[in-house]
Nanobody, 118 residues
Framework: QVQLVESGGGLVQPGGSLRLSCAAS????????MGWYRQAPGQQRELVAG????????NYADSVKGRFTIFRDNAKNTLYLQMNSLKPEDTAVYYC???????????WGQGTQVTVSS
């Protein structure tokens, strides 16, 4: 049974930083994509940052480019999201996601709250 457990969320002042972690337990094979999504109250869930495992290509939402960095530690089976220069509009629940094939699968974590406020 695969589980994704996020951590690292919390309350931070505007301009501050947080690092989110997503630790995977269980065996995951044929990963195609690993990403961070967020969902603010009353809003749809949106992709914040992702890594395509083939070639290691990363992509970011325009609103976080230059401020957020997604990276992974394969030895620790952990995905990270480094968030700098945080803004109040970054406030949301952040979810990690792992998707793959053979057979197709789509795993989600439980979410971690990030609140940016003075």
């Amino acid at each position: 049974q695969v589980q994704l457990v996020e951590s690292g969320g919390g309350l931070v002042q505007p301009g501050g930083s947080l690092r989110l972690s997503c630790a995977a337990s269980g065996s995951i094979f044929s990963i195609n994509f690993m990403g961070w999504y967020r969902q603010a109250p009353g809003q749809q869930r949106e992709l914040v940052a992702g890594i395509f495992t083939s070639g290691g290509v990363t992509n970011y939402a325009d609103s976080v480019k230059g401020r957020f960095t997604i990276f992974r530690d394969n030895a620790k089976n952990t995905l990270y999201l480094q968030m700098n220069s945080l803004k109040p509009e970054d406030t949301a629940v952040y979810y990690c996601n792992v998707a793959g094939s053979l057979p197709p699968y789509d795993y989600w974590g439980q979410g971690t709250q990030v609140t940016v406020s003075s």
